[in-house]
Protein backbone atom coordinates (compact mmCIF):
# COMPACT_ATOMS: atom_id res chain seq x y z
CA UNK A 1 0.00 0.00 0.00
CA UNK A 2 2.57 2.33 0.42
CA UNK A 3 4.05 2.02 -3.36
CA UNK A 4 0.68 2.87 -4.21
CA UNK A 5 0.56 6.14 -2.06
CA UNK A 6 3.97 6.78 -3.06
CA UNK A 7 3.54 6.75 -6.62
CA UNK A 8 0.31 8.46 -6.19
CA UNK A 9 1.88 11.90 -4.03
CA UNK A 10 4.86 11.94 -6.83
CA UNK A 11 1.61 12.14 -9.11
CA UNK A 12 -0.09 14.72 -7.32
CA UNK A 13 2.94 16.40 -6.66
CA UNK A 14 4.16 17.43 -9.76
CA UNK A 15 0.74 17.64 -11.14
CA UNK A 16 0.50 20.37 -8.96
CA UNK A 17 3.45 22.12 -9.49
CA UNK A 18 3.19 22.51 -13.22
CA UNK A 19 -0.69 23.71 -12.62
CA UNK A 20 1.26 26.34 -10.60
CA UNK A 21 4.19 26.93 -13.52
CA UNK A 22 1.78 27.38 -16.16
CA UNK A 23 -0.41 29.69 -14.43
CA UNK A 24 3.16 32.11 -13.24
CA UNK A 25 5.52 31.39 -16.20
CA UNK A 26 7.65 34.35 -14.52
CA UNK A 27 11.21 32.78 -14.31
CA UNK A 28 13.16 32.67 -10.73
CA UNK A 29 16.47 31.70 -9.29
CA UNK A 30 17.73 30.00 -6.25
CA UNK A 31 20.91 29.26 -4.72
CA UNK A 32 23.10 31.90 -5.96
CA UNK A 33 22.14 31.66 -9.48
CA UNK A 34 22.89 27.42 -9.61
CA UNK A 35 18.93 26.79 -9.62
CA UNK A 36 16.34 28.47 -12.50
CA UNK A 37 12.41 28.10 -12.15
CA UNK A 38 11.46 28.43 -15.74
CA UNK A 39 8.60 27.15 -17.60
CA UNK A 40 9.05 24.79 -20.72
CA UNK A 41 7.19 22.89 -22.80
CA UNK A 42 8.31 19.66 -24.02
CA UNK A 43 7.32 18.46 -27.17
CA UNK A 44 8.56 15.28 -27.84
CA UNK A 45 10.86 12.76 -25.27
CA UNK A 46 13.80 13.14 -23.16
CA UNK A 47 15.58 16.19 -25.07
CA UNK A 48 12.42 16.46 -27.39
CA UNK A 49 13.34 13.23 -28.99
CA UNK A 50 10.29 12.33 -31.23
CA UNK A 51 8.81 16.30 -30.92
CA UNK A 52 7.79 15.82 -34.96
CA UNK A 53 5.84 13.23 -34.34
CA UNK A 54 3.84 13.29 -31.18
CA UNK A 55 1.45 10.72 -31.65
CA UNK A 56 4.17 8.41 -31.18
CA UNK A 57 6.17 9.66 -28.80
CA UNK A 58 2.18 9.46 -26.57
CA UNK A 59 1.41 5.86 -28.24
CA UNK A 60 5.34 4.94 -26.53
CA UNK A 61 4.16 6.31 -23.52
CA UNK A 62 1.22 5.07 -22.70
CA UNK A 63 2.62 1.83 -23.98
CA UNK A 64 5.48 1.64 -21.26
CA UNK A 65 3.13 3.15 -18.43
CA UNK A 66 1.02 0.33 -19.33
CA UNK A 67 4.27 -2.24 -19.11
CA UNK A 68 5.39 -1.18 -15.81
CA UNK A 69 1.94 -0.40 -14.23
CA UNK A 70 1.41 -4.22 -15.36
CA UNK A 71 4.95 -5.62 -13.96
CA UNK A 72 4.11 -3.36 -10.65
CA UNK A 73 0.94 -5.20 -9.87
CA UNK A 74 2.49 -8.72 -10.60
CA UNK A 75 5.33 -7.43 -7.17
CA UNK A 76 1.99 -7.58 -4.94
CA UNK A 77 2.43 -11.55 -5.35
CA UNK A 78 5.69 -13.26 -3.03
CA UNK A 79 7.88 -12.75 -5.94
CA UNK A 80 8.22 -8.74 -5.75
CA UNK A 81 10.54 -7.65 -3.20
CA UNK A 82 10.16 -4.04 -0.92
CA UNK A 83 12.89 -2.63 -2.93
CA UNK A 84 11.45 -3.41 -6.88
CA UNK A 85 7.93 -1.81 -5.38
CA UNK A 86 9.36 1.22 -4.49
CA UNK A 87 11.54 1.58 -7.69
CA UNK A 88 8.71 1.18 -9.99
CA UNK A 89 6.63 3.52 -7.53
CA UNK A 90 9.03 5.71 -8.24
CA UNK A 91 9.29 5.18 -11.94
CA UNK A 92 5.47 5.23 -12.26
CA UNK A 93 4.41 8.37 -10.53
CA UNK A 94 6.52 10.45 -12.88
CA UNK A 95 5.74 8.18 -15.62
CA UNK A 96 1.82 8.76 -14.97
CA UNK A 97 2.35 12.33 -14.65
CA UNK A 98 4.05 13.19 -17.44
CA UNK A 99 2.27 10.67 -19.63
CA UNK A 100 -1.06 12.40 -18.48
CA UNK A 101 0.41 15.67 -19.52
CA UNK A 102 1.14 14.27 -22.78
CA UNK A 103 -2.57 13.10 -23.43
CA UNK A 104 -3.98 16.04 -22.19
CA UNK A 105 -1.92 19.12 -22.94
CA UNK A 106 0.25 17.67 -26.32
CA UNK A 107 3.02 18.33 -23.89
CA UNK A 108 5.16 18.01 -21.06
CA UNK A 109 5.58 20.93 -18.39
CA UNK A 110 9.47 21.09 -17.36
CA UNK A 111 10.44 23.51 -14.71
CA UNK A 112 13.77 23.12 -13.49
CA UNK A 113 17.26 24.04 -14.52
CA UNK A 114 20.48 23.83 -13.00
CA UNK A 115 22.87 26.01 -15.23
CA UNK A 116 26.46 25.12 -13.28
CA UNK A 117 26.03 21.22 -14.72
CA UNK A 118 28.96 20.56 -17.40
CA UNK A 119 28.67 20.54 -20.76
CA UNK A 120 25.19 20.38 -22.57
CA UNK A 121 23.51 19.23 -19.11
CA UNK A 122 23.03 22.90 -18.23
CA UNK A 123 20.35 23.21 -21.00
CA UNK A 124 18.17 20.99 -19.97
CA UNK A 125 14.95 22.05 -18.24
CA UNK A 126 13.89 18.84 -15.54
CA UNK A 127 10.81 18.29 -13.80
CA UNK A 128 10.10 16.39 -10.63
CA UNK A 129 8.64 13.25 -12.30
CA UNK A 130 12.05 12.96 -14.18
CA UNK A 131 14.27 12.67 -11.52
CA UNK A 132 11.24 10.10 -9.77
CA UNK A 133 12.22 8.32 -12.89
CA UNK A 134 15.64 7.96 -12.83
CA UNK A 135 15.36 7.04 -8.67
CA UNK A 136 13.20 4.42 -9.56
CA UNK A 137 15.34 3.46 -12.34
CA UNK A 138 17.94 3.60 -10.81
CA UNK A 139 16.36 0.89 -7.47
CA UNK A 140 15.25 -1.36 -10.22
CA UNK A 141 18.78 -1.86 -11.36
CA UNK A 142 20.30 -1.95 -8.22
CA UNK A 143 17.69 -4.61 -7.13
CA UNK A 144 19.05 -6.69 -9.99
CA UNK A 145 22.53 -7.17 -9.06
Known sequence: MQSILLA??????DTVI????EQNKEPKTYL?????????????AFLNSG?????LVKLISVMLTLAMTTLFVLTFTRYGSKQLRTGLAFLLGGAYSNTYDRI??????DYLNFPGLPGKLKNIVFNI?????????????????
Open 8 to 13: ASILCA
Open 32 to 44: DGNVHIMTYHNYG
Open 129 to 145: SDFCILAGCGLIVIKQK
Open 51 to 55: EKNPF
Open 18 to 21: KKKR
Open 104 to 109: KKGFVT
